[in-house]
Structures are given as structure tokens and as C-alpha cells.
């Protein structure tokens, strides 16, 4: 049963241009989840995808924006990008849609740097 | 803001039980109590997680007070590869969201 997947790994951008992440949800997942994690910080909410909607979004500008396919996999979109962005980018996927009473799964993350 | 308080920092000789306090005095009746756990540059690793009564799977237990204001994550045979920081996370029913916050860092030690 393979889990959540993400892509890349690893990725070095310079300010001001676009990057896109990506991921695969656990087998029979529905609902994906997008967090920032700064170093020495716990994870921050970005936002969340359920049948192909944003269904709730953290205190992030819209310079950060998603989308999910058919498939339930989803991407994670940054324009503009800031030294600030600099980060561990997790997605977690769930099943049925409610944050608060269904169990997230994380990937390991992609270590984006902006330069 | 996170609505859990945890040690920044805890110990553990390997072998003996890791017990992980978690307050979370503002706990709303419906709302859930989730550990996760996080070793050094990876995703986060779901461990448990409980409403009202205590819990156990292969990983750990969950020791939730009967007012459930706090409660403990116990690993009862700690290894080095528990080596982590640990998050206690109440789930927020009006937000629904999950809020981490900064964590227990354990060290296991040999």
C-alpha cells in the first residue's frame, strides 16, 4: 500500500520566480492537506482539497494557491517567490474531508530553497 | 495558535517507557487529541489519537484525564529510533484544521 507520495525532493529557485510541488495521496484517499514547515518550527496549514475544491485555507497570501485532480492528487503552486518560502513543504492526505476527525497521513516533504 | 502546551525537551533511557505530558485545558467536547511524531527532516508520523477514552496500537498508548484537559503519550519501551519531536495537536472543530505547535523534542539515550 503505497503512502503519500511528493515530488521533487528537493528544489532551488531564485526570488521572483513560480514554483509548482506535487503529490500523490495515500491508496483511497480523498482529501489533501498543503503545510509549510519553517526550520525549528511545527508545521503551518496552507490549505486543503476536497473533491477538487479549496475547502479551508490558512493565513497564507494568494500568491500560494492549489489544485487537485480527478485522481485526488494535487499541486501545491508559489509565484513570486520569497526568501521567506524558504521551507519544508508537507502534504497530508485524509479521507472524507474533515480535518478534525480524520486521520492525516504526511509525506516526506519537498526542501524547497529560495536563493 | 496551538491549543496544546508541551516540554520543549525531554530525556529517555532506551529501554525504559517515554511519558509525554500534553495540556490542553481548552479542549472542547468534541474535539480529538492526536500525537504525531516527526525524526529529523521528515514527514510527520501519525502515532494515535483519542477522544475520551485511553487508547493503544503498536506504537504507543494514550492516557487521556478524565476531564480531559491533559493527557500522556506513553512508548513503553523507548529505542534510539524514537529519537523525535513530538507533537500533541488537539483538533479544532470550528476551524477545522489541525494547529501544531513547537513540540517535545525526546532524546533517547543508550
Known amino acids: 500500500d503505497a503512502g503519500v507520495t511528493q515530488s521533487p525532493t528537493h528544489l532551488i529557485k531564485t526570488r521572483g520566480q513560480q514554483v509548482t510541488l506535487r503529490c500523490s495521496p495515500k491508496s483511497g484517499h480523498d482529501t489533501v492537506s498543503w503545510y509549510q514547515q519553517a526550520l525549528g518550527q511545527g508545521p503551518q496549514f496552507i490549505f486543503q482539497y476536497y473533491e477538487e475544491e479549496e475547502r479551508q485555507r490558512g493565513n497564507f497570501p494568494d500568491r500560494f494557491s492549489g489544485h487537485q485532480f480527478p485522481n485526488y492528487s494535487s499541486e501545491l503552486n508559489v509565484n513570486a517567490l520569497l526568501l521567506g518560502d524558504s521551507a519544508l513543504y508537507l502534504c497530508?492526505?485524509?479521507?472524507?474531508?474533515?480535518?478534525?476527525?480524520?486521520?492525516?497521513?504526511f509525506g516526506p516533504g519537498t526542501r524547497l530553497t529560495v536563493l | 495558535d496551538a491549543k496544546t502546551t508541551q516540554p520543549t525537551s525531554m530525556d529517555c533511557a532506551e529501554g525504559r517507557a517515554a511519558n509525554l505530558p500534553c495540556n490542553h485545558s481548552?479542549?472542547?467536547?468534541?474535539?480529538?487529541v492526536y500525537w504525531y511524531r516527526q525524526i529529523h527532516s521528515q514527514g510527520p508520523q501519525y502515532i494515535i489519537h483519542?477522544?475520551?477514552n485511553n487508547e493503544t496500537n503498536e506504537m504507543a498508548s494514550l492516557i487521556i484525564t478524565e476531564d480531559r484537559k491533559s493527557s500522556t503519550l506513553i512508548l513503553p519501551h523507548a529505542t534510539l529510533r524514537d529519537t523525535a519531536v513530538y507533537y500533541c495537536?488537539?483538533?479544532?472543530?470550528?476551524?477545522?484544521?489541525?494547529?501544531f505547535g513547537t513540540g517535545t523534542r525526546l532524546q533517547v539515550f543508550p
Open positions: 481548552t479542549i472542547s467536547g468534541n474535539e480529538y
Open positions: 495537536i488537539v483538533s479544532d472543530y470550528n476551524t477545522d484544521k489541525l494547529i
Open positions: 483519542g477522544l475520551k
Open positions: 497530508a492526505s485524509s479521507l472524507g474531508g474533515y480535518l478534525y476527525t480524520d486521520t492525516q497521513y
